[in-house]
């Protein structure tokens, strides 16, 4: 079945870092991906999307390119901040929207220190 | 953005006992909820979906004996862990959304079965 894999945390970096959380994915159609985000104390939300092949899903300065021929959604952001420690999860839907079934990574947590 | 919460944020409980965890959309209708479970270290997996006022459809794998849904109206839902065990130990999320609209998170759940 369809699967999600996402780096191992904790990351931990220097504020202004560049930041890389590599995920692939396993499907057998055409899923869009996700990345979520999981500040402490809060539920999960959604950060950025890519619904098709070559997609650039981008926000709040991070940014991820749906890469068919890897099977890869990989998370950047060229300078992160101390607000940006948090849990990301990668993840992917049959459906362009997510909303329904989502299939998540096990998620990789980021600390950024001053 | 929609604010969903969950009640209770931890759970303590013996083995043997039931215990009810509620979720609730705070400021929309949810037509959908969800219900996910994170073991440490792995995947949020979805353990069911539910429309409200219809019985839950569980993924495969799911016991709906002791996971018992319930949907009864359009700002909560309830999940009923049953005889629960130390194997149920778990980290348990909760979704909403309105119709083809995105997933609306909770914060979790720690449930602990001693």
């Known amino acids: 079945g369809d699967s999600v894999t996402q780096m191992e945390g904790p990351v931990t970096l220097s504020e202004e870092a560049f930041l890389t959380i590599n995920c692939t994915y396993t499907?057998?159609?055409?899923?869009?991906l996700f990345w979520y985000v999981q500040y402490p104390g809060e539920g999960l939300q959604l950060l950025l999307k890519?619904?098709?092949?070559?997609d650039k899903g981008s926000n709040k300065g991070f940014e991820a390119t749906y890469r068919k021929e890897t099977t890869s959604f990989h998370l950047e952001k060229g300078s992160v901040q101390v607000s940006d420690s948090a849990v990301y999860f990668c993840?992917?839907?049959?459906?362009?929207?997510?909303?329904?079934?989502?299939?998540f990574g096990a998620g990789t947590r980021l600390a950024v220190h001053p | 953005g929609a604010v969903v919460s969950q009640h209770p944020s931890r759970v303590i409980c013996k083995s043997g006992t039931s215990v009810k965890i509620e979720c609730r959309s705070l400021?929309?209708?949810?037509?959908?909820m969800f219900w996910y479970r994170q073991f440490p270290k792995q995947s949020l997996m979805l353990m069911a979906t539910?429309?409200?006022?219809?019985?839950?459809?569980?993924e495969q794998g799911v016991e709906k004996d002791k996971f018992l849904i319930n949907h009864a109206s359009l700002t909560l839902s309830t999940l009923t862990v049953t005889s629960a065990h130390p194997e149920d130990s778990s980290f348990y999320i909760c979704?909403?959304?309105?119709?083809?609209?995105?997933?609306?998170f909770g914060p979790g759940t720690r449930l602990l079965v001693l």
């Open positions: 979704s909403a959304r309105t119709v083809l609209e995105t997933q609306y």
């Open positions: 499907a057998t159609g055409y899923p869009s």
């Open positions: 890519a619904t098709k092949a070559d």
């Open positions: 993840a992917l839907s049959e459906d362009p929207g997510g909303y329904n079934k989502l299939i």
């Open positions: 400021d929309f209708q949810a037509t959908t």
């Open positions: 539910s429309n409200e006022g219809s019985k839950a459809t569980y």
